[in-house]
């Protein structure tokens, strides 16, 4: 079983930094997949950011890309999601999905991931 943690969520004002952390329990944590979703009131949940086995092989939303960096430490068995220039559509709770891969390949499907996250808030004001 593998046991997912987000944190670093918070308030923050239009065009501020916020670096998310996701910390995952189980072995193998190189082999895992990960990713990035959010779910903002009233909306359904979405894609942010996904990576593969290493910090070269990444993918984003349209939404975030330029602005997010997704990342992984593997010694410290920790995901990030660096997020920069932020905007009030940004505002939603963010979660951290894992899944084991036999490649070294990227998924951007919720339903590809077998691991949640709680989640935690992210909120931008204007």
């Known amino acids: 079983q593998v046991q997912v943690v987000e944190s670093g969520g918070g308030l923050v004002q239009a065009g501020d930094s916020l670096r998310l952390s996701c910390a995952a329990s189980?072995?193998?944590?190189?082999?895992?997949?990960m990713g990035w979703f959010r779910q903002a009131p009233g909306k359904e949940r979405e894609f942010v950011a996904a990576i593969g086995w290493s910090n070269d092989n990444t993918y984003y939303a349209d939404s975030v890309k330029g602005r997010f960096t997704i990342s992984r430490d593997n010694a410290k068995n920790t995901v990030y999601l660096q997020m920069s220039s932020l905007k009030p559509e940004d505002t939603a709770v963010y979660y951290c999905a894992a899944r084991r891969s036999s490649s070294n390949y990227i998924y951007i499907r919720g339903d590809d991931y077998y691991f949640w996250g709680q989640g935690t808030q992210v909120t931008v004001s204007s």
């Open positions: 189980g072995p193998a944590f190189s082999r895992a997949a």
